[in-house]
């Protein structure tokens, strides 16, 4: 890390709905993204909590509008007027997976050592190589890889993308699947094969500790969960 300015947030929310996780990036200025971040886990926590159980996919992306709007408003004095964060966040209900993301903070799927992206970046480059402009290999390495097109505050009428998928148990024998929430700080020092091996060979636990030090080790200049 290169500073002591951490904007990355994260957070377990115990709900009605269900069990969320959720991994916020934020930005805008010396205290803009760290305050950012913060006020969207705060939001999203208080409307998980207080309100009454809903389908699990819909309540997440209530709680994400929500925090949507109080950035939003928040925006509106000066000091925090380029303040925004990405969300990557999955609810767990029951069989129910849900995972909704705004920006480029990532969610992948690790089944059997095999690795695989669940949300597609909302970024300029991203736009540029679904439109075929770009190679996704250069992606990462291209001047504007950080360009959002899509952050939470960034306007009134935000869309989340969200996902659902079933979980059942694995079979005997085979490994049980490992869902991963991480910002662009690791995946971007990172590689998705990396990531892939750490999960698949070492606890949950072990393996964010291990992912967050290669990441730190290569030089992350970023905030990296």
Same mark, same amino acid.
């Given at each position: 890390?290169? %500073?002591?300015?951490?904007?990355?947030?994260? &957070?377990? =929310?115990?709900? #009605?709905?269900?069990?969320?996780?959720?991994?916020?990036?934020?930005?805008?200025?010396?205290?803009?993204?760290?305050?950012?971040?913060?006020?969207?886990?705060?939001?999203?926590?208080?409307?998980?909590?207080?309100?009454?159980?809903? #389908?699990?996919?819909?309540?997440?992306?209530?709680?994400? /509008?929500?925090?949507?709007?109080?950035? =939003?408003?928040?925006?509106?004095?000066?000091?925090?007027?380029?303040?925004?964060?990405?969300? !990557?966040?999955?609810?767990?209900?029951?069989?129910?997976? @849900?995972?909704?993301?705004?920006?480029?903070? +990532?969610?992948?799927?690790?089944?059997?050592?095999?690795?695989?992206? /669940?949300?597609?970046?909302?970024?300029? $480059?991203?736009? /540029? !190589?679904?439109?075929?402009?770009?190679?996704?290999?250069?992606?990462? %390495?291209?001047?504007?890889?950080?360009?959002?097109? +899509?952050?939470?505050?960034?306007?009134?009428?935000?869309? $989340?993308?969200?996902?659902?998928?079933?979980?059942?148990?694995?079979?005997?024998?085979?490994?049980?699947? $490992?869902?991963?929430?991480?910002?662009?700080?690791?995946?971007?020092?990172? @590689?998705?094969?990396?990531? &892939?091996? /750490? =999960?698949?060979?070492?606890?949950?636990?072990?393996?964010? $500790?291990?992912?967050?030090?290669? &990441?730190?080790? +290569?030089?992350?200049?970023?905030?990296?969960?």
């Amino acid at each position: 890390r290169s %500073s002591d300015l951490n904007e990355d947030r994260y &957070a377990v =929310v115990e709900s #009605p709905s269900g069990l969320a996780w959720i991994v916020c990036d934020g930005m805008g200025g010396a205290t803009g993204g760290e305050l950012a971040a913060q006020l969207a886990i705060d939001a999203i926590r208080r409307d998980l909590e207080n309100l009454p159980p809903r #389908p699990g996919g819909e309540a997440l992306r209530d709680a994400i /509008l929500e925090a949507n709007r109080i950035i =939003v408003l928040r925006r509106q004095n000066q000091a925090f007027a380029q303040m925004g964060t990405t969300i !990557v966040a999955a609810m767990f209900d029951g069989p129910e997976l @849900s995972v909704a993301h705004v920006g480029d903070s +990532r969610a992948y799927l690790v089944r059997e050592g095999a690795i695989q992206q /669940l949300t597609t970046d909302h970024t300029f $480059v991203q736009d /540029l !190589v679904e439109r075929g402009q770009i190679k996704i290999e250069e992606a990462l %390495s291209h001047p504007q890889a950080h360009i959002l097109t +899509r952050a939470i505050g960034s306007e009134p009428a935000l869309e $989340v993308d969200l996902n659902r998928y079933w979980i059942w148990d694995a079979e005997p024998g085979e490994r049980p699947d $490992v869902l991963v929430l991480c910002t662009d700080g690791l995946y971007s020092q990172v @590689s998705e094969i990396e990531v &892939a091996a /750490l =999960v698949s060979e070492e606890s949950p636990q072990s393996a964010c $500790v291990r992912m967050v030090e290669l &990441a730190k080790a +290569r030089g992350g200049f970023d905030n990296i969960s």
